[in-house]
Structure formats: C-alpha cells, structure tokens
C-alpha cells in the first residue's frame, strides 16, 4: 500500500546536507544530480517519531500511553528491530512533483538547461551574522551563508506499507503529520516552517479524517 506525506513550505528552508560550496557559501541544501532539492526520507522519518514521542507522552492515561507506545513500535519500530518488531513504515525521500522533475530533467538531459539553472531558481541564498548583545556590533567572523529552498514550494514523500495499515496506525500518523510543522537546518531560528498532510494512493487528503481515533484505547473508525 502506498500512502503520500505532502508538506508545503510556509517560510525558506534550509535541507541541510552538512557542507558547503567553498567561496560561495556555508551550507548547501541537499539536492540531486538535475538540481532538485528534496528531503531524505531516513531524516523525514526521524522527525516524525520525534513527533510521535512528543505526543504520546502527553496523553493523560497510563493505558493510552502504553497502547499507543505499542502502536508507534510497530509504525516506525524500535532500535535493532528483528524481522517482527521492523517498522510497518518506509518513508522515500521528499521530492517535488514527479512530472515537473520529469519535464526539467528531459530539458537538462538535451542540454537546454543545467542543474545550477535549476537549483538557482529554486532556491536563494542568505547570510547572517551574530550581533554582540553589549555593543550591537557584528561579531568579527560571525557572517555566515546558506541556501534556503524558496516558500511555497510543496514536496511529497511516498509511505510504503507492505501491508494495508489498521485505523491507529494511520491515526497516529495523521497526527504525527499535522504536528509536524518545522524542519530543516534553522528551524529553530525561523526557518523550516511547513504544513503537512497525508493522502491515500488517489491523493485524498485523509489526515482529518483518522484524528478522532488517536488518544481513544481499542476503538475503530467507522
């Protein structure tokens, strides 16, 4: 089975690869070999189990804890997982839409356009610098510069489940999703702010629909 996570960018964001381009700036945004920025599905997952662990331990009952910490076990699984504790899930990487990346690569490929002509009108670069809070002044070296991928850009990451997943499973991923609402290198400076929502295999959105279920103990959606 095959679900989508759609997040759409509502600031800059930064998708962090941990390098830069020397002379030009300090951090770079992952991207692929045509220029495209995308998000790599291992990080995406990650963030979400963050959120999942965020929600679950604020759920007021022992008994809700424990059940819906066994129901996150099997959608993201657990550290050394064997083949029956291996998570439900696997997260691709978040990628702009498939035809647009298909119409741009055939471009790229006869040589009309390049990746950086790509990459440059997807993004932007800013710089900032650490003021020194006594005398208002830049701090000597502190200027520093990033690339941001531009707001309003919407990625999509494929959810693969080998099976079709039960009610609290996708109930716990919707809200997962909708909590989900910062990523990226910065996103505690401002950037990385998205929305995210998720879609069955029409592309239905379905995240409100699965809500009511999580915080509930054994119930089903109707």
Known sequence: MIYKLKIKLLSDTTFGRGDGV?????????????????L??????????????????????????????????????????KLETIAKIHIGD????????????YEIDSEQLTNQDILSSLTSIRRQTAINSENGVA??????????VIRELEFQ?????????SDE???????????????????????????CTLHDVDENDITQRYLKLFGKVGETIS
């Open 22 to 38: 020397a002379g030009l700036i300090d951090q770079e945004v992952e991207h692929d070999k045509y220029g495209f920025p995308y």
């Open 40 to 81: 790599r599905g291992r990080t995406l997952k990650g963030l979400l189990s963050e959120e999942c662990d965020n929600l679950i331990a604020i759920l007021p009952d022992e008994i809700q804890k424990n059940y819906w910490e066994n129901i996150a076990c099997q959608l993201f699984g657990i550290p050394g997982s």
């Open 94 to 105: 978040a990628y702009l839409p498939d035809d647009l990346r298909q119409v741009v690569a």
């Open 139 to 148: 701090d000597e070296g502190s200027l520093r510069s990033f690339r941001v």
């Open 157 to 165: 990451a494929d959810l693969l489940f080998e099976t079709q997943p």
């Open 169 to 195: 499973i996708l109930s716990l991923l919707s809200v997962c999703t909708l909590a989900l609402r910062r990523l990226g290198s910065g996103r505690n400076r401002g950037r990385g702010h998205v929305a």
